[in-house]
């Protein structure tokens, strides 16, 4: 039956598999760097939160800036802050709060972009572009990952940037080197990656933005706040250290301390990477699996 | 498989020996298990021919190019569809056929030029042959001026156009089109007629398309499948569909009456279904070709001894066709439609 209509195809297809989803890849990342309004805006939030509760909560000063006096013990000053900054030490691996909290934006910025790669979804759903380029050959699968990819991306520049500002900001660069960026970059990497596709497969139905905004409202900040990026989980109650221990952004960001910071980890690097890496897989891999169900009815 | 089918022609299926583009073959559709959209349809478009369907809102069209696109899952039934099955074989299908949705689907923060080479990209299309494609393909639709414009910038014209150009890209062989016109003014609409007719007769595509624009299915279509409530009534070409109502309306008076009943006289006349006499010298005849019928009736006349004095003679239109067959008019419907299809659209953009 085939052979009766004859293929009017005057070329011959790409045979690089990859050829759509760079494609969709790059038209998402257009949005973004044509228009350097949206990548300003989308800094704004972590520059704020680390200029704002980075500095404010000064947990040091608490401990060095001030001079306290306990009634008849005469501690010297240089003892009390020496004191002070064990404390810092023990509590955050760093002394001062603002570094602690530098690396944990990190993970916070990717975090934020990785959620909107759902959002995107969704619009493409609304605005039937979605449908146009269901009724295309690309693989399913390229159309997930077209989305991932591209919060990926966007997520470690916006991380990179964060982290330079950080550094501007004085955030301690002593123990900073090449290789210790890359590997933070690369937990980074998988943490996304493995959030994205989280967030693409929780919006791979919707047809409705605000209830995909509500589940970003939901998530956003218990994940942030069940996890090591603000506030080290030792001090946190058992139940809660059980969650942490299964969020993947303390993973990154405690690789982040590790290698960006010196600070001592809560796990081995091996496993944190290992961790990461397992998440990223099985994410993405039942991303890839439901598109092919579920971007269509 | 598929290439020959026996039927009688009323149900839209067509006879021996043809070779159908567009084979469906039982289709159903039930959206969230209530929704019945698209109800056991059955009919067969011709490779070569602008196949057109036409229905009220929610009659099911969209639906079904969906389906025969391989967005939607059938319910039931199945299709195939340049000879490949859309169920076992959408990736084919996919290959082989364009479409141009009902809605504006470009993506409006690219340019109209990226829209299109972003299109050819998901085709596989290599881009040494999709910038030659995207360049005469802007120039069919005369878009080449404002192809490095954003598309948020286009007009409701320009929109379609370029919905158009992405939707040939692939240089399919058959080309669904979802109420092209829909929402445009008269000028634009006309233009678009002209694009389709370019397509059919210059690069030899099968067209597949909906409307609700009786005009515009009467000129446009070779063929015409009415539909209403997710169920084909009737396929035919517009002059078979007119003519199966009764065929076309002739008037005569005749002069100098005796009073004498011609009713059986007229009636004997060839492709005359019905006569009507209206007081005492007037004919109402309903007749097929009309225009061939109606010197018959003078010259008959004339031959017993009669004068006509006044002879008059009306093609029925699509409206009544619909009419007769789905007992309401297409045609109040249309005005409402096109104010709804804007405000839609500005809706969607004051969303985004
Ligand atoms: N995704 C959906 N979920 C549930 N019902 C749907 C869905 N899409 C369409 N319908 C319903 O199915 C029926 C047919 O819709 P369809 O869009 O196919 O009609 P149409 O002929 O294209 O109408 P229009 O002329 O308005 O475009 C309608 O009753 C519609 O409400
Ligand atoms: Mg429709």
Not at chain 1, 183 to 208: E, P
Not at chain 1, 239 to 248: A, G, H, I, R, S
Not at chain 2, 90 to 115: I, K
């Amino acid at each position: 039956m085939t052979e009766t209509f004859v293929e009017r195809a005057d070329w011959k297809p790409s045979s690089n598999p990859l050829h759509g989803l760079w494609a969709l890849t790059n038209r998402e990342l257009k949005k973004w760097y044509k228009e350097p309004v949206v990548l300003l805006l989308s800094l704004i939030q972590p520059v704020i939160w680390l200029g704002l509760y980075g500095k404010s909560l000064n947990f040091g000063a608490l401990f060095t800036g001030t001079s306290f006096n306990i009634p008849g013990l005469n501690i010297p000053k240089s003892v009390l802050d020496q004191l002070g900054s064990q404390i810092m030490l023990s509590t955050f691996g760093t002394t001062d709060y603002f570094s602690f909290l530098a690396v944990g934006m990190l993970s916070f910025v990717a975090l934020f972009t990785a959620m909107f790669s759902g959002m995107s979804i969704v619009w493409d759903r609304r605005f039937g572009f979605l449908d146009k380029i269901l009724t295309t050959p690309v693989p399913r699968g390229s159309i997930i990952m077209a989305k991932v990819f591209s919060s990926t991306i966007r997520g470690l520049i916006q991380s990179a940037i964060v982290l330079v500002l950080a550094v501007l900001l004085g955030m301690n660069v002593s123990k900073i080197t090449p290789i210790g960026i890359a590997g933070t970059f690369a937990a980074l990497f998988l943490m996304v990656l493995g959030l994205s596709s989280v967030f693409v497969m929780l919006a791979l139905r919707s047809t409705n933005w605000q209830s995909q905004m509500a589940i970003m409202n939901l998530l956003n900040l218990p994940l942030l706040f069940a996890s090591n990026a603000l506030f080290p989980a030792k001090f946190m109650p058992t139940w809660l250290q059980y969650v942490v221990k299964v969020n993947p952004i303390s993973y990154a960001t405690d690789v982040g301390r590790q290698l960006l910071l010196g600070s001592p980890g809560l796990n081995t690097l091996g496993f944190d990477f290992a961790y990461l890496v397992g998440f990223a897989a099985v994410f993405s891999a039942i991303g890839i699996a439901l598109s092919w169900r579920y971007l269509s009815q | 498989m598929g290439v020959l089918r026996v039927s009688d022609g009323s149900d839209g299926r067509l006879n021996f020996d043809e070779k159908l583009i567009v084979d469906v073959r039982g289709l159903t559709k039930v959206y969230n298990g209530r929704v019945k959209a698209v109800d056991n349809i059955s009919f067969g478009v011709r490779e070569g021919e602008i196949f057109g369907f036409l229905g009220p809102n929610g009659a099911g069209k969209s639906t079904t190019i969906k389906i025969l696109t391989t967005l939607l899952r059938p319910t039931s039934g199945t299709a195939l569809v340049v000879g490949h099955d859309i169920i076992r074989q959408p990736n084919e299908v996919r290959r082989s056929v364009g479409v141009v949705h009902q809605e504006y689907t470009a993506d409006e923060d690219l340019t109209g030029y990226e829209n299109i080479i972003l299109i050819a990209d998901l085709y596989g299309i290599p881009r040494e042959v999709s910038k030659k494609r995207a360049a005469e393909l802007l120039k069919l639709v005369d878009l080449e001026s404002a192809a490095g414009r954003k598309v948020s910038t286009y007009s409701g014209g320009m929109r379609r156009r370029l919905e158009l150009a992405c939707g040939l890209i692939n240089n399919p062989r058959l080309l669904f089109l979802d109420e092209p016109t829909l929402g445009l003014d008269v000028q634009t609409r006309v233009a678009v007629w002209g694009y389709i007719r370019k397509l059919k007769e210059e690069l030899d595509m099968t067209i597949f398309m909906t409307t609700h624009y009786l005009e515009e299915a009467d000129s446009l279509c070779d063929r015409i499948a009415i539909i209403d409530r997710g169920k084909i009534v009737r396929v035919g070409s517009p002059e078979e569909l007119k003519a199966s109502i009764g065929g076309d309306v002739i008037e005569v008076e005749v002069d100098g009456s005796t009073g004498e009943d011609l009713t059986s006289v007229i009636a004997g006349v060839g492709n005359v279904s019905e006569v009507k006499r209206s007081g005492s010298t007037g004919y109402r005849i309903k007749a097929k070709m009309g225009e061939e019928v109606a010197p018959l009736v003078i010259e008959l006349l004339r031959s017993r001894g009669y004068r006509v004095k006044r002879i008059s003679l009306t093609k029925p239109s699509l409206d009544e066709v619909y009419l007769e067959y789905t007992g309401r008019s297409l045609r109040e419907e249309e005005a409402d439609r096109d104010q709804l299809f804007a405000q839609r659209a500005t809706l969607r953009r004051a969303r985004g």
